[in-house]
């Protein structure tokens, strides 16, 4: 019912959405943690509209925990008011390997049915203000570098940090708790499929094999292909019961 390869009209993003949601149990034991509700809405539901908002209608999102959810909530296109229409195609990880394949490896499964440049964004996370544009997304493609990342002021669960960033704009692979080690990386960013081309997989990951995305993006940091920017809107990694109430009470 769902095809993945569309190659007349390649997917322009990317909606990570393949999770099991460990932390939020029990919340997650019947219900996908991207379906959750922020605000009257399954979370996911906000990156998806806020990429149509930018003119960015071809998503595809992979899925593996209570996936056949997902795919029946959303269908293959979908409207929302004051929105184009989005065309949707999935990519069922637990349903053709029976796990999830972490983030790199889901990417690299999903490649042949992505554009040669793509955003990525996870679908737990809430960052309502994050503009999606193609002015972002052409000043990369025209960059030398073959990942970009959105990068957070380090949150209270993540005081070490995860990243550095040099006054040039290069993303700077940076140990956790170290000087400089500064910024949080959203999960928003922009790839182009050269980024994987030394990930160790074949292109559509046949064999469905795991693999995470963080070590691809320290190598790729130390060859000084990463480049960043800090995003100071909203965000909320909504990983805990606990964040996610939080959130729904602050929008009350």
């Not at 909606?15 to 029990?26: D, F, I, K, Q, S």
């Not at 795919?71 to 008011?81: C, I, N, Q, V």
């Not at 940076?174 to 997989?201: M, Q, R």
Request: net charge negative; charged share 15%.
């Amino acid at each position: 019912m769902h095809t993945l390869i569309s190659p007349e009209h390649p997917a322009q993003a990317m909606v990570l959405a393949a999770g099991r949601g460990e932390r939020m149990r029990p919340l997650t034991n019947q219900t996908p943690k991207p379906l959750l509700r922020v605000h009257g809405q399954p979370l996911m539901q906000w990156p998806m509209q806020a990429l149509a908002r930018g003119g960015f209608v071809h998503q595809l999102v992979n899925t593996a925990w209570l996936g056949e959810q997902i795919s029946a909530h959303f269908g293959d296109r979908l409207t929302w008011p004051g929105l184009p229409e989005v065309h949707i195609r999935y990519s069922h990880e637990g349903h053709d390997f029976g796990r999830a394949l972490e983030t790199a490896g889901g990417i690299v499964r999903a490649l042949p049915s992505l554009g040669e440049v793509f955003w990525v964004v996870a679908g737990d996370v809430f960052a309502p203000d994050f503009e999606f544009n193609m002015q972002a997304l052409q000043r990369f493609a025209a960059s030398p570098a073959t990942a970009h990342l959105w990068l957070v002021p380090n949150p209270e669960h993540n005081l070490g940090g995860d990243f550095g960033l040099s006054a040039t704009g290069r993303v700077l692979n940076l140990a956790k708790g170290t000087p400089g080690c500064e910024l949080t990386f959203s999960t928003i960013a922009l790839y182009k499929k050269t980024f994987f081309d030394d990930c160790g997989l074949p292109t559509g990951n046949p064999q469905g094999t795991a693999l995470a995305l963080a070590p691809l993006l320290r190598a790729a940091m130390d060859r000084g292909q990463v480049s960043g920017e800090v995003y100071l809107g909203s965000w909320t990694d909504v990983g805990t019961p606990e964040r996610l109430a939080q959130l729904n009470d602050r929008m009350a």
